[in-house]
């Protein structure tokens, strides 16, 4: 078994493992469309299940970020989940980039890989842009 802290879920471990510099990860609630042919790590077993926040914990754990793009839409209809994703982004360093939901969806198209929570919560959806380690 492997020894870690983090990902315990192979697929999740390999995907972040492949991503490179500028690669998208989304981390997404239970409802956002998921292109067909995009790889998913579908993680939810139950409504709210796991929470978004804890696998954007996961994610965050293992894999360096330089970005965060959200919909701009969560500022009205989700303000608790902004606020907790800039508590974890913010000491990052990693500024928050807000466009429409619609334009948000088409930039998903170009992630390398999906990460799906259980979350019922609107909006509750982040594109990660990879960075590097050095």
Known sequence: MRRTDTT???????VISETGHTDGIVVTDAGLPIPVGSERVDLAYRPGAP???DVL???LAELVVEGATVSSEIRDR???MLAALRERLEPLGVD?????HVEFKERTHSARAFVRS???TPYANVILT???AY
């Open 96 to 100: 928050i980039v807000f466009v429409p």
């Open 51 to 53: 929470a978004f926040l």
């Open 8 to 14: 315990i879920n192979p697929q999740l471990s390999r």
């Open 78 to 80: 989700s303000p608790e």
């Open 57 to 59: 914990d996961t994610v």
């Open 130 to 132: 990879a960075g590097v």
């Open 118 to 120: 259980g979350e019922y």
